[in-house]
């Protein structure tokens, strides 16, 4: 088994093994199926009625990454999925819609590749974020800033991105004049999987193309009046290297939302956290209190007013979330009462 198999996933798949399931990595989601592969090829895989189930939210079911537990019927091609193998890594977002899904770009890699091209797309506060949710996610986050065959700025780009990132290492390429491409090859050895993220028309599948050798993925044509392209891939994607490297292709986002990202929020404004944490006030707000040294670094430029707005933004997305999610919950609490209550009045009398 390749795909990014080795001896500590055979160690927690071990009780699987012994029900006499074999592993398979799932590298396509459909509407109810699965594209995964096993040891010996290619299955179409359904979830067990079990599973479906015992699921209570999305992270119960499969998704693109994940290794699973199946029986496999080969010669039918097909495979009833049994469970699935604790992730180590999982990149979510937010849908907005009338309740908050969880809704999971991509599992079980090792790198996440921060996309962001370097004309139009070019927004220091939008890396800030998909940071936040990279650190959060369980991988590692690297910055590629794409097409620099565009631009005349890419040191200063690459100086902002230093100072937003502490330690995340930053690479500029450009799949056109195959610049920079080389320098991937660390985070795309034998086993290893990364993720692609970045807003639509940045180039990620062409440069997965150009890396796979061959045109896996379609590519966009990017509208010249403002640099935007319409959402070319429109699915996520497992992709083998030839080396033995694997690639997960992500359909461009326009909004990054961000999921449960309080722990990574912490890690990625980690100089404002610590700041706050000098202020005379435990309970300061950072407003007109005395001894606030958010207000003290904001006046002597320590502390750039930018890079606070956005960590005070991102503080309201969280806390708006989190008061939507409550709600969703007090719903499902209330609904589960009534039911209850519903039971005890329809009781027959004695
Ligand atoms: N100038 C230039 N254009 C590029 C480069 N890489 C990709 N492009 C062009 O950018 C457009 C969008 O590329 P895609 O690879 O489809 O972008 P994507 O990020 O996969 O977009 P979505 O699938 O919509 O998320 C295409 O027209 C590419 O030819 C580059 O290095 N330089
Ligand atoms: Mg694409
Ligand atoms: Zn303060």
Known sequence: MQWGWN?????????????????????????????????????????????????????????????????????????????????????????AGAV?????????????????????DYNVRRMERYLTAAWESGAN??????????????????????????????????????????????????GQTVAFLGSSGVGKSTLINRLLGREAMETGVIRQSDGRG??????????????GGLLIDTPGMRELQLWGADEGFGTSFADIEELSGQC????????????????????????????YNSYIKLQKELAYFERKESKALQAAEKLKWKKIHQAVRNRPHR
């Open 7 to 95: 001896a500590k996933w055979e160690d927690v798949f071990d009780p699987w093994r012994k029900e006499g399931l074999e592993p398979a990595r799932v590298v396509l989601e459909h509407k109810h199926t699965y594209t995964v592969v096993t040891s010996s090829g290619e299955l179409l895989a359904e979830i067990t009625g079990r599973m479906r189930h015992l699921a209570s939210g999305r992270a119960d079911y499969p998704a693109v990454g994940d290794w699973v537990a199946v029986a496999a019927r080969s010669n039918e091609g097909r495979a009833a999925i049994h469970g699935i193998v604790p992730r180590i890594s999982k990149f979510s977002r937010k849908t």
């Open 230 to 243: 319409k959402h070319t891939t429109t699915h996520r994607e497992l992709l083998p290297l030839p080396g």
């Open 100 to 120: 908050t899904e969880e809704q999971i770009v991509a599992t079980n890699m090792n790198t996440v590749f921060l996309v962001m091209a370097l004309h139009h």
């Open 141 to 190: 986050p690297v910055i590629l800033l794409s097409k620099a065959d565009l631009s005349e700025r890419i040191e200063e780009a690459v100086r902002e991105m230093e100072q937003i990132a502490f330690g995340v290492p930053v690479h500029v390429v450009s799949t056109l004049e195959g610049k920079g491409l080389d320098s991937l090859a660390p985070y795309v050895g034998p």
């Open 280 to 307: 005379r006030f435990p309970d300061c707000r950072h407003d007109r209190e005395p001894g606030c040294a958010i207000q003290a670094a904001l006046a002597d430029g320590t502390l750039e007013s930018g890079r």
